[in-house]
Nanobody, 118 residues
């Protein structure tokens, strides 16, 4: 049993910043990768950023240099700092994790809306 809860979404003007947070609970003693995906209407979920337990990161080309992912292993949380936001960043953002001993199983949060608009 794993639960993920996102927070921090909202409405922001282009060029602004938001910080998304995700808290994991339940059977999470062996979290491997944590990350963020996003989805806009008519699109599949797209990887935004991910981070391993050891701190190795991976970013979508479209967000490199603007977004920063971080995690606190003790708290089982992962954050996404989003700077220089663009209208095309508008999406529902979903927190994701997998477990070291069951890496093929994906766990998802409920999503948090990010809207970038003037």
């Amino acid at each position: 049993q794993v639960q993920l809860v996102e927070s921090g979404g909202g409405l922001v003007q282009p060029g602004g910043s938001l910080r998304l947070s995700c808290a994991a609970s339940g059977s999470i003693f062996s979290i491997n990768v944590m990350g963020w995906y996003r989805r806009t209407p008519g699109k599949q979920r797209e990887l935004v950023a991910q981070i391993t337990r050891g701190g190795s990161t991976n970013y979508a080309d479209s967000v490199k240099g603007r977004f920063t992912i971080s995690r606190d292993n003790a708290k089982s949380t992962v954050d996404l700092q989003m700077n220089s936001l663009k209208p095309e960043d508008t999406a529902v953002y979903y927190c994701h994790l997998n477990l070291y001993y069951a890496p093929a199983t994906n766990y998802w949060g409920q999503g948090t809306q990010v809207t970038v608009s003037s």
